[in-house]
């Protein structure tokens, strides 16, 4: 079974007659071990799509499911069993400011039962040395440039060993150099992990990567291409 099957997904903000149409009949597979970019205008439902993909917003019409887990009337147990199964990567890192590089991605880990302190001390520690950290272990986000808070992020979204990586203009905030850098890494340990990345960017720098780019269109998948990697 695909990580994600959506079939007519729709979605709409506000109430009554005040509602809003965000999402129209979206209809999508994605595959094991498939990264796929999505790219669009502000606005076009890129964001809305991925929180809802994520289990961070409540699926109101259509089919989603993630991990095989159906959404549509997921309650919040079932939501939490796939948040729990997903690395999330944003913009904005979302680290805490009061934590060292180590204890941000080791609190991710210790989010899962039946992980010793020490056993999540190690991992995270690994996977800082793996994203080319193991000097910054220790370092606290103010002390990091922007693309080693990233890293962080990364670190801290795959640490877990996620069946699926979600992440919302990962390269936003950084310098070209830096942001290829940045999915170069998430690309080589997605693929060493065997998880499913969806992206959401404006950067064309970084399409290579991707198996299938989607485009959207005011809250319509309008295209698909299979990447040209040359």
Not at 50 to 70: C, D, F, M, N, T
Not at 139 to 167: D, E, W
């Amino acid at each position: 079974m695909p990580p994600i099957v959506i079939r007519n997904l729709n979605h709409y903000f506000g109430k009554g007659s005040l509602s809003k149409q965000v999402l129209f009949d979206i209809n999508l597979e994605i595959k094991a071990g498939e990264i796929i970019i999505m790219t669009g205008q502000s606005g076009s439902g890129k964001t809305t799509l991925l929180s809802l993909i994520g289990a961070l917003r409540s699926v109101q019409k259509g089919s989603l499911r993630v991990l095989e887990q159906e959404l549509l009337g997921g309650n919040e147990d079932q939501m939490v069993w796939v948040r729990r199964r997903i690395g999330y990567i944003f913009q904005a890192h979302n680290l805490l400011q009061f934590m060292t590089a180590r204890q941000n991605v080791q609190m991710s880990v210790e989010l899962h039962e039946n992980i010793s302190a020490r056993e999540a001390r190690t991992k995270a520690e690994a996977i800082l040395k793996a994203v080319g950290l193991e000097e910054r272990v220790n370092y606290y986000p103010h002390n990091l440039s922007g693309g080693q808070k990233q890293r962080v992020a990364i670190a801290r979204a795959l640490v877990s060993h996620p069946q699926l990586v979600l992440a919302d203009e990962p390269t936003a905030a950084l310098d070209s150099k830096t942001g290829r850098e940045v999915v170069d890494l998430m690309q080589h340990l997605a693929r060493e992990q065997g998880c499913t990345i969806m992206l959401v960017t404006h950067d064309n720098r970084i399409l290579d990567i991707a198996d299938r780019i989607l485009h959207m269109e005011d809250g319509r998948l309008v295209k698909e291409t299979v990447a040209d990697r040359h």
